[in-house]
T-cell receptor, first 113, second 113 residues
């Protein structure tokens, strides 16, 4: 049981390049999330998907797009990376209706130069 | 907008000491509150989840309490060990949208042998 799996673990991009972060969960959770973590600021929600086929903006959505490909997979795309998007990105999943814990991936450390 | 604050930002204690970590939130309309542990360079691991109707949860040496009316939660760690050294994060799920989980910036705990 792998839980939440993110790829890649590390990435360096040049300003203006694009990339997609992949996330998959094997817990049959309806909800999936993308967060970014910056020093001293905790985690901030970028986008979430409450069910397959739906996505919603979180606290800091600008510069990002997401796709809920199926129930298992939720990807985050940076179309034109900026240095301000240098951060650690976490994917998570949960089953809010069951009022149980959220599970997080190991994170992707992204540097934009 | 829900604001989550954790004080102190960092804490250093000798091994064996009992300690309390604090979390405060501004909007009492919460669905649940979770405490997470994060080791350096790793993802988040859920420690305890308190539903809005509950007052506390216990797991081993950990006890988390919730006082919605005052907007506070505490995480009590008994008989601390060096292996408890990590960052502890508090996260609050909104009652208006149970996919909207807001995090505090965390308390970095060091337990000295």
């Amino acid at each position: 049981n792998a839980g939440v799996t993110q790829t890649p673990k590390f990435q360096v991009l040049k300003t203006g390049q694009s990339m997609t972060l992949q996330c998959a969960q094997d817990m049959n959770h309806n909800s999936m999330y993308w967060y970014r973590q910056d020093p001293g600021m905790g985690l901030r929600l970028i986008y979430y998907s409450a069910s397959e086929g739906t996505t919603d903006k979180g606290e800091v959505p600008n510069g990002y797009n997401v796709s809920r490909l199926n129930k298992r997979e939720f990807s985050l795309r940076l179309e034109s990376a900026a240095p301000s998007q240098t951060s650690v990105y976490f994917c998570a999943s949960s089953a809010p209706r069951l009022n149980t814990e959220a599970f997080f991936g190991q994170g992707t450390r992204l540097t934009v130069v | 907008k829900q604001e989550v604050t954790q004080i102190p930002a960092a804490l250093s204690v000798p091994e064996g000491e009992n300690l309390v970590l604090n979390c405060s939130f501004t909007d009492s309309a919460i669905y649940n509150l979770q405490w997470f542990r994060q080791d350096p360079g790793k993802g988040l691991t859920s420690l305890l989840l308190i539903q809005s109707s509950q007052r506390e949860q216990t797991s081993g040496r950990l006890n988390a309490s919730l006082d919605k009316s005052s907007g506070r939660s505490t995480l009590y760690i008994a008989a601390s060990q060096p292996g408890d050294s990590a960052t502890y994060l508090c996260a609050v799920n909104s009652n208006y949208n149970n996919n909207d989980m807001r995090f505090g910036a965390g308390t970095r705990l060091t337990v000295k042998p």
